[in-house]
């Protein structure tokens, strides 16, 4: 199995878009890329802006590619409504649009299911539900809360299996926080977690320390009790200059279990490239450059 993150925080937006190639089917996770529209109350800055181009034109690209799209929910960030066409001719595996949703998402989702009509192949609701292409397995969770409680909605994890080997992609369990995100993962018994990691951005504002401490140990759980290797942790965590160090405990169990620990631009042999984080650092740059000018 293939698995190659598109676009992710450690790479520059808001994402995890993921292809994954099997020896069945190609598939694309969550094809959709954002950037927070206001940090340290400044709006994106200009690399910021052109990487999201950079980086929607690479998840089109893999989407050709793909003959299978998912969706686990229905914020920008894992879906974009605006270009339909990516759906041309391929399977749709799609978060319910109707069932365990709030009511933000339930809008979203009923747009956007307008928006697909004729375009797809096929549209299936994937919700708690297992599909096979070929030997490859592709299982989706129950819907589980978007982080500790369902104000944000519901997302659905996602496991794809082929023979030996098998990725869980977590989507936005914020964590995981809960026990049935984390069940899903030690169900499924994953080689490679892709995960989006504690909300530690918002540390004692949307995300208490209460659940920083629940992640941390449902991911010591998660490493003692499956056959996991590799742990990709991106998307929320890596709005946090400070990643490393809010997840000590999970790094020091990880090395004595040798399982290893790194973003999407380390799983892809890159540099870290924390734009949203160092987004007042890239202000001051260009004000200190400004500066200069005669």
């Known amino acids: ?29 969550d094809p959709g890329v954002a950037l927070g529209p206001s940090r340290y109350r400044l709006p994106p800055h200009r690399l910021e802006l052109a990487r999201l181009a950079e980086h929607w034109d690479a998840i089109k690209a893999r989407a050709e590619e793909a003959e299978v799209l998912c969706v686990t929910h229905y914020h920008y960030d894992h879906h974009n409504p605006e270009e339909p066409e990516v759906y041309r001719d391929r399977e749709v595996l799609l978060k319910h649009p109707a069932e365990k949703i709030n009511r933000s998402q339930k809008k979203r989702a009923r747009d956007f299911l307008k928006l697909l009509e004729g375009i797809p192949a096929s549209v299936e609701y994937a919700d708690g539900r297992e599909f096979a292409f070929g030997e490859t397995v592709v299982r989706f969770s129950q819907p589980v809360c978007h982080g500790a409680d369902s104000r944000l909605g519901y997302v659905t994890e996602v496991s794809i299996r082929d023979g030996e080997s098998c990725l869980v992609h977590t989507s936005d369990v914020e964590g995981p926080v809960t026990r049935d995100q984390t069940g899903f993962i030690l169900e499924e018994d994953p080689d490679v977690l892709y995960l989006d990691g504690p909300m530690t951005y918002m540390l004692g504002y949307r995300f208490s320390r209460g659940s920083l401490q629940e992640a941390i140990s449902n991911l010591e759980e998660i490493m003692e009790k499956t056959r996991v290797g590799t742990v990709i942790t991106d998307h929320h965590l890596l709005r946090d200059l400070a990643w490393r160090e809010r997840l000590g405990p999970v790094f020091e169990a990880a090395e004595k279990r040798g399982v290893k620990i790194c973003t999407a631009a380390e799983f892809l042999g890159q540099e870290n490239e924390l734009l949203e984080a160092r987004r007042r650092e890239l202000y001051a740059s260009d004000d200190a450059l400004g500066a200069g000018d005669p």
């Open 1 to 29: 199995m293939r698995v190659v993150p598109i676009a992710a925080e450690s790479l520059g937006t808001r994402s995890m878009a993921t292809f994954v190639e099997t020896r069945d089917v190609r598939i694309l996770i």
